[in-house]
């Protein structure tokens, strides 16, 4: 218990005020907890276990929970940046870690606002008001497109960031060794499951997802954007 306790260097004092600790919760629970869920959430469950796809389509249950655990994670990241900008006090190692931490949030307003201008939906379960399908998403205009390419990359990219943040976060205030251990062996399980899922084929499309295989559509003539998503030829995942 006392080794769990005692700090990674055992050279340097683990001491933090109480702004910067809520700073540091805040951003672990952020980054390392909620959003990484809402990325599980919109990569492996387009199509619901059980669901009857390709007869029921447009399942949103991912959608909400995406939105869910992506709107909390960025309020908790606006509160916790909120705490350190009162926060008195520097550090040695903090020139790093506030830049790359300045990056995250700066890209994570960018990746907000391109899902508030991501476009029209469109297609047949959205049809406008002359009854025409057209939807800059079924219809993959260059707008959805830009916006596919940028909202993916930039997601991943973000929980790159974030976590090699985390890390010189918790090298930075000396952190206890428990903290580490709890930390590893959780992203370790993210991995895991994220693994795990992609082996079942689970990364489906999002647009055969909402409007099912059919040549008729549109989108279904381009190739799926973003590494390692599948189009589906034979059975959906179970």
């Known amino acids: ?14 001491e933090v005020g109480a702004l910067v600790s809520w700073h540091g919760r805040g951003m672990v629970l952020a980054w390392g907890f909620v959003l990484p869920f809402g990325v599980l959430a919109a990569r492996f469950f387009k199509i619901m276990p059980g669901q009857n796809w390709p007869a029921e389509v447009d399942n949103l249950a991912w959608w909400h929970a995406h939105q869910i655990f992506q709107y909390t994670g960025l309020a908790i990241v606006a509160a916790a940046l909120a705490l350190i900008l009162n926060a008195e006090g520097d550090t ?21 606002l391109s899902g508030i201008f991501r476009g029209s939906k469109g297609g047949p379960t ?6 025409s399908p057209f939807g800059d998403h079924y219809n993959m ?6 916006f596919e390419w940028l909202h993916k990359f930039l997601g991943y990219l973000l929980l790159v960031l974030a976590l090699i943040n985390i890390v010189s976060g918790l090298w930075m205030t000396n952190a206890p ?3 580490w ?3 590893g062996c959780w992203w370790f399980v ?22 099912g295989p059919d040549c008729k559509h549109p989108g279904n003539h381009r190739k799926p954007i973003g590494w390692g998503i599948r189009r589906i030829t034979k059975d959906p995942p179970q």
């Open 1 to 14: 218990m006392d080794w769990l306790l005692s700090s990674i260097d055992p050279d340097r004092a683990h």
């Open 92 to 112: 040695p190692s903090a020139g790093l870690h506030r830049s790359v931490g300045w990056t995250v949030c700066l890209f994570a307003l960018v990746q907000f």
């Open 126 to 131: 959205d049809l406008s008001g002359d009854g």
């Open 141 to 146: 205009t260059p707008k959805r497109l830009v």
């Open 177 to 179: 060794i428990w903290m």
């Open 181 to 183: 251990l709890g930390f």
């Open 190 to 211: 993210l991995i895991f499951v994220f693994v795990f899922l992609q082996s079942q084929g689970r990364a489906v499309d999002t647009y055969q997802a909402l409007w």
